[in-house]
């Protein structure tokens, strides 16, 4: 593994402000990038996620994975306004203070150029034969496909397509209200996290990154295994509370606050709606997944018919599971034998 912090200098931004001095944190697996970047695969994070893409996505990437650190060189890049090295809300500012909650919007395409110039000043990665991602790392790499003429020959776009419904938007403000409304957010400028919030909007997140199936199955409507009974007292939960709240647990020691509420925006604002219209060569695969209530599958199939229509060659795959969303990190093996095979040019309905 090789990873490098790496200076990109000022970046405008499409909201019209600018940062004067962004770092991007590259990570780089396998062997050395070809010239051409035949054999480079970019790994685009979702929105927890980091550039050390083997510690959230093993199973797809390494050993016996799809993507061999013996063939391939494996990139990833936290984004910009990211909390794992890039710069960022806990960035400091050229004022010397944090960026904190004066951290300007950014938008797909902004994270996507930072990204661009880290590879191109960092490797000398020009090119990437594949770049793949779920979630908003699928935003990020329908995003590489169309805003860059023939830098990416194949974006495999998982469990999102070309815009977030009005109802992820508003699954997304209402995390970002249970961070402002925690008395320790400070409107942004806390010095210690404002954790209950925060373990609030993982939980409102985690509602639509688990299928109802999936929820059903491991808790139904059992107390807590935790101990207590809700049919006596109000504040002792059902297990489905419980692991909600553990999530909430491990979220906080490892996430920051002006982040979330930074990404989860960016993912509000991306919509290449009307965009569809080939400027470069890619392949486009969007996969869809069962029971995903954030980016549901019918969507994405849409969504990859009607860049088929504009000229693309654009291809659906259905993965299913029953985790839902989050079916693209808790079964990577299931993704990468759905992909293995190579992909079609027909797009197939989902089942």
């Known amino acids: 593994m090789v990873e490098r912090d790496v200076e990109i200098g000022a970046l405008e931004l499409v909201s019209g402000a600018s940062i004067p001095r962004v770092v991007q944190r590259v990570t780089r697996y396998g062997v050395e990038p070809a010239r051409d970047g035949s054999n480079v695969v970019f790994v685009a994070h979702a929105l927890t996620g980091s550039s050390r893409v083997v510690e959230w996505w093993d199973g797809l990437v390494g050993a016996g994975g799809l993507f061999d650190l013996e063939q391939w060189c494996v990139v990833g890049v936290n984004v910009l306004g990211g909390c794992y090295g890039s710069t960022g809300p806990h960035s400091i500012a050229p004022d010397g203070r944090r960026w904190g909650p004066r951290f300007p919007v950014v ?35 329908l995003q590489w496909a169309r805003g860059y003429d023939d830098a990416v020959e194949h974006a495999i776009v998982v469990g999102t397509y070309d815009h977030l419904r009005a109802q992820g938007i508003a699954q997304n403000g209402a995390a970002r209200e249970a961070i402002r409304l925690d008395p320790k957010f400070r409107d942004g400028w806390y010095d210690e996290p404002p954790v209950d919030g925060l373990r609030l909007a993982r939980a409102i997140a985690t509602l639509t990154y688990k299928s109802e199936a999936l929820f059903e199955r491991r808790f139904g409507n059992r107390p807590d295994r935790a101990g207590g009974d809700p049919a006596r007292n109000i504040d002792d939960r059902f297990d489905v509370e419980g692991y909600l709240a553990h999530q909430g647990d491990v979220f906080v020691t490892r996430f920051d606050a002006n982040t979330y509420r930074v990404l989860t925006r960016a993912m509000d604002l991306f919509d290449l709606r009307g965009r569809e219209r080939p400027t470069g060569r890619a392949r486009l695969t969007f996969v869809g997944i069962a029971g995903d209530q954030l980016y549901p599958p019918e969507f994405v199939w849409s969504c990859a018919a009607r860049w088929a229509e504009a000229g693309w060659d654009a291809a659906y795959r259905h993965l299913d599971s029953d985790h839902g969303h989050d079916a693209f990190l808790a079964e990577p093996e299931s993704l990468a034998a759905l992909l293995r095979d190579g992909i079609g040019a027909a797009v197939v309905a989902p089942r």
């Open 107 to 141: 938008a797909i395409a902004d994270i996507v150029e930072a990204q661009r110039r880290a590879l191109r000043d960092a490797f000398g990665i020009e090119r990437a034969a594949i770049a793949i991602g779920g979630s908003l790392g699928g935003q990020q790499c």
